[in-house]
């Protein structure tokens, strides 16, 4: 059942979002109550901007802003379009790192070249640069494609690490890694593989979960049977081992594979794009091995294409839903 805004940002309210005043308020970090959808919408050039969209259970969710841009793609971009926002939470609690493909879709599927970073204090407002590699890096003029970067902390290297797939020339296209530097700016050193796949098939969509100890990883195959796979690791920057079956519960085509942690919970929503049919699929999932499919229980007042999303607190979410509530406001 669909809600309106205002009754949305009733149940923000009785969440606690309305915070009371700092002084008030505990020293510990807030629980995470509520969620964040960072998404694009489709191929258009207009729609090839980062959207805003809030949750309280996970399942439900509705748009800020009349579901327009929430960043202006011109603004932040070489290209003039972004697509695949991956947003994740710093290792500090309180900062927030946002990465895009840098692209406009009608210029081609091998068009791009490049990717932007974006950080912020408050979810609101977001410092951002753009990275061309063919500009960054020698001996890049095989290079095809970057697409669908994300970000995950390295706790031993005391980095951010950012991820991505990249197609140089006939090649298939390959997960790459490199570390950020300090102010998320740019990327530090060279580009390495971060996962081989043992049939040399295209992988794109890279999702690193870490969970006890392990990091999995999951991806889209093309080439040799088109579907979700998932290769695990001890460690973040290599050794990864292809299981076997495919993990998306559908027939239909997907891509942009996601994944979060529930809020008061162990059990993780692994979550696909089905591009074909206008709509995403969400699992639930305990082991990260297997998969029941909650599509039932999920509506949205929008069409997303490839997106993340990330649990928030109520103050934040508060936050978001005051500054865009209404259509309009279009963030430069």
């Not at 901007?49 to 929430?70: E, H, K, M």
């Not at 406009?104 to 408050?122: E, F, I, P, T």
């Amino acid at each position: 059942m669909k809600r309106p805004l205002h009754l949305f940002l009733l149940l923000l309210s009785a969440l606690g979002a309305w915070a009371a005043p700092a002084t008030a308020r505990p020293l510990k970090a807030d629980p995470t109550s509520a969620y964040l959808f960072a998404y694009f919408t489709g191929n258009d050039i207009k729609e090839e901007a980062i959207r805003f969209a809030l949750s309280t259970d996970g399942y439900r969710y509705r748009a800020l802003n009349g579901n327009q841009p929430v960043i202006s793609s011109a603004a932040i971009s070489e290209t003039g379009g972004v697509r695949d926002p991956h947003i994740m939470r710093g290792a500090d609690g309180k900062t927030f790192y946002l990465v895009a493909t840098d692209m406009v879709s009608a210029k081609g599927w091998s068009s791009n070249r490049g990717m932007v970073l974006l950080k912020s204090k408050d979810l609101v407002n977001w410092t951002h640069s753009a990275i061309n590699f063919q500009k960054r890096y020698a001996e890049q003029e095989n290079l095809k494609r970057v697409w669908a970067p994300q970000t995950i902390y390295d706790p031993q290297a005391k980095k951010y690490l950012v991820y991505f797939s990249l197609q140089y020339g006939s090649e298939p296209d390959k997960i790459y890694y490199a570390y950020a530097n300090k102010d998320f700016t740019d990327l530090e050193g060279e580009p390495k593989q971060l996962f081989f796949s043992p049939t040399n098939g295209s992988c794109i969509d890279g999702d690193i979960v870490a969970k006890d100890g392990k990091y999995y990883l999951f991806f889209k195959t093309e080439g040799q049977g088109n579907g979700i796979k998932i290769a695990v690791s001890d460690k973040l920057t290599g050794g990864y081992v292809l299981r076997d079956p495919y993990v998306q519960q559908t027939k239909d085509p997907v891509e942009g594979a996601g994944t979060f942690k529930l809020n008061k919970s162990n059990d993780y929503i692994l979550m696909y794009d089905l591009y074909t049919k206008g709509k995403y699929q969400f699992t639930r999932t305990s082991d990260l091995q297997h998969f029941t499919v909650v599509d039932k229980d999920i509506s949205m007042d929008f069409h997303p294409r490839h997106g993340t999303v990330l649990p928030i607190t109520a103050a934040e979410a508060a936050r978001l839903a005051k500054r865009w509530s209404s259509p309009g406001g279009d963030l430069g």
